[in-house]
């Protein structure tokens, strides 16, 4: 799959969505205010956020009881214990490890800060929680735009997430429709001849990321952004994440680790670290 040599990220502010609200209308109002036409090929960047407050995926945290696990952990993390509670249900208490303030945790989206759960953008008191199927949202999503619009897009939902040993955050897309998460390479040739044996390029998740530079993660008010001029066939039969995602024992990071950290999460379930 070969990508033009030129594409341009159009970020569109928006008012804030308040929980329930529809995020297409939101969107919707997003393109009159910013003056911009959807053209067949774009992209959809959308924060996950957005779908959080619409699913009214929200938790007061004077609601929550944190057990004595929780206490436990949120001690040797020196974090709120009401925030670790929520952080050991959202990742059925997969606890690899902490650093001060935050757990590493284990989900179906891999591992990741506080099992992404967020107070950033979140109103004073509550927690957000991560939006319930981000694929089945983004090709809902994108099939509203079409009947809408008549263009053919992609969408991406997108959360941030930190590299191994990098500082700062990037994009990881939750939810994928109308492109491939990724682009296998395997098999293809370098300039020298040689054959690429496990090259894959993570697409939507570097679409995303270069969409969050546009986007922002404070202030900015911009949770949509249009990512054209990639050149890339929208599918609208392709709707899954899936493909990005690795096994633990064939990751990179956690595979020569897999082990212990398996051993590690269990100890932290029986409170022994």
């Given amino acids: 799959m070969k990508l033009s040599n030129k594409y341009e990220v159009i970020g569109l502010e928006s008012r804030v969505i308040s929980p329930g609200e529809s995020v297409f209308e939101a969107f919707k109002e997003s393109l009159s205010k910013n003056h911009v036409e959807l053209t067949d090929g774009d992209i959809i960047v959308i924060a996950s956020k957005v779908f959080s407050y619409e699913e009214k995926r929200l938790i007061r945290l004077k609601d929550i009881i944190p057990s004595s696990h929780a206490k436990w952990i ?3 993390a020196q974090m709120d214990p009401k925030v670790a509670e929520i952080v050991i249900r959202e990742s059925n208490n997969q606890i690899v490890g902490w650093v001060f ?4 945790a284990y989900t179906d989206h891999g591992l990741s800060a506080n099992a992404g759960i967020d107070q950033s953008n979140a109103p004073p008191g509550y927690i957000l929680l991560l ?3 981000p694929d089945l949202t983004a090709k809902k999503f994108m099939d509203t735009l079409k009947e809408e619009y008549d263009v053919k897009v992609g969408v991406i939902i ?9 500082r700062g955050t990037s994009a990881i897309a939750l939810g994928v429709a109308g492109i491939p998460a990724i682009i296998d390479e395997r098999g293809e040739k370098d300039i020298y001849g040689y ?3 496990i090259t894959t390029r993570a697409l939507a998740d570097n679409i995303g990321t270069a969409a969050t530079l546009i986007m922002g993660e404070t202030s900015e008010k911009r949770p949509f952004a ?10 609208e039969n392709l709707y899954s994440s899936e493909d990005a995602k690795i096994k633990p024992q064939d990751c990179l990071y956690v595979g020569p680790l897999y082990d212990e950290i398996k051993t590690r999460i269990k100890k932290i379930q029986d409170e022994q670290i």
């Fill in 131 to 133: 939006p319930k199927n």
């Fill in 195 to 197: 054959e690429m044996m």
């Fill in 74 to 76: 949120a001690n040797k």
């Fill in 226 to 235: 249009i990512v054209r001029g990639l050149g890339l066939d929208i599918d």
């Fill in 158 to 166: 997108i959360d941030s997430r930190t590299i191994p040993l990098r």
């Fill in 101 to 104: 303030h935050v757990l590493l």
